[in-house]
């Protein structure tokens, strides 16, 4: 009965041992995992600003990712691998979000981009238009004044 005790008491040892070693494997394997989605999310967001997309969002949710990242790092190196899970798991959902959109961000960019330019060419040809015409008018008006003002003028004889 003793040495059936004393069998159960270090089983239970080396089985609790195995399961915190295969639990922080899988966490690591977690951690790994979301250190390569963190990158890849950065390198599509990368992508999408170097066509000219708006990645300010998507950079606001990777900052949020990569604190969490190092939140799970550090619960990790603590031993709390529950916490370094979870906060893996989060990590992982905004980094495929963030790589979600910054590829349709980067798919969008080029015909928003062409629909900027020619808003600009056709905002400076009407406000070319409008320049031009205002300065006609007012160019008639000043043209008109300074007519009036000729008739107007009384011609004064001067004696000698």
Request: with cysteine.
């Amino acid at each position: 009965m003793i040495a059936l005790f004393v069998f159960l008491a270090f089983g239970s040892c080396f089985y609790s041992g195995h399961y915190v070693f295969a639990q922080s494997d899988q966490t690591a394997s977690k951690l790994q995992a979301a250190n390569t989605a963190v990158e890849q999310a950065f390198n599509a967001v990368l992508d999408a600003e170097k066509v000219g997309a708006n990645v300010t969002g998507l950079i606001a949710q990777l900052n949020v990712a990569a604190g969490d990242l190092a939140q799970a790092e550090n619960s990790y190196r603590t031993g709390d691998f529950n916490a370094a899970g979870t906060q893996t798991d989060s990590v992982l959902q905004i980094a495929q979000e963030v790589t979600i959109s910054a590829q349709d961000a980067q798919q969008a960019a080029p015909v928003s981009g062409q629909n900027a330019f020619w808003f600009i060419i056709v905002f400076t040809v009407i406000g070319a238009i409008v320049f031009v015409l205002v300065l006609f008018l007012v160019w008639r008006r000043v043209k008109q004044r300074y007519i009036k003002s000729l008739f107007a003028a009384k011609p004064e004889v001067v004696d000698r």
